[in-house]
């Protein structure tokens, strides 16, 4: 299959411009990932990719989901498939869980608490993923 790299090009600008402006930061190497995840508090980790699935429900859930009570202190993502040694080494910190984009990973004090997989976010509605999404800040993050 053909895919114009132009085409592509502009995928990839948009699924980064939108995570970014939703708030959470970027991180393209393994030294930006340890340093982010080695942070004391919660860090959700949106693991962003340029499927149907990432632009129609995950990027939208976590544009929304952060407008709650209780929030991650850190918001971060990592790229599958374009930035892929920051996403290996996020990936490391993810242990008991295959890897999967796109996906959430909840983190506290640099440790994985729980994560929302590619398969509790394809075929589910974005207000489905909020509200996994929620249900893990209510549980490790504290009242903003």
């Given amino acids: 299959m053909y895919m114009d790299f132009n085409i592509m090009n502009d995928v990839v600008t948009q699924a980064r411009d939108e995570i970014r402006q939703a708030g959470y930061t970027e991180l393209t190497s393994p030294e930006q990932v ?6 004391q508090g919660t860090t959700l980790v949106m693991i962003n990719s340029v499927c149907g699935c990432a632009g129609g429900i995950a990027r939208p859930a976590a ?11 850190q918001l971060v993502t990592v790229f599958a498939g374009q930035d892929r040694e920051a ?7 993810f242990e008991g869980y295959p890897p999967s984009s796109p996906s959430f990973a909840l983190l506290k ?4 608490k729980t994560m929302v997989e590619r398969h509790d976010i394809e075929g589910f509605e ?6 996994k999404l929620q249900h893990g800040f209510e549980e490790y993050c504290e009242e903003l």
Avoid: C, L, W
Avoid at 34 to 39: C, I, K, P, R, T
Avoid at 63 to 73: F, G, N, T, V
Avoid at 126 to 131: F, G, K, T, W, Y
């Fill in 34 to 39: 340890d340093e982010a995840f080695n942070q």
């Fill in 63 to 73: 544009s929304h989901a952060i407008h709650y009570d209780k929030r991650p202190d």
């Fill in 87 to 93: 996403t290996e080494r996020a990936r490391e910190f």
């Fill in 109 to 112: 004090d640099g440790k994985i």
């Fill in 126 to 131: 974005p207000m489905e993923v909020i509200e």
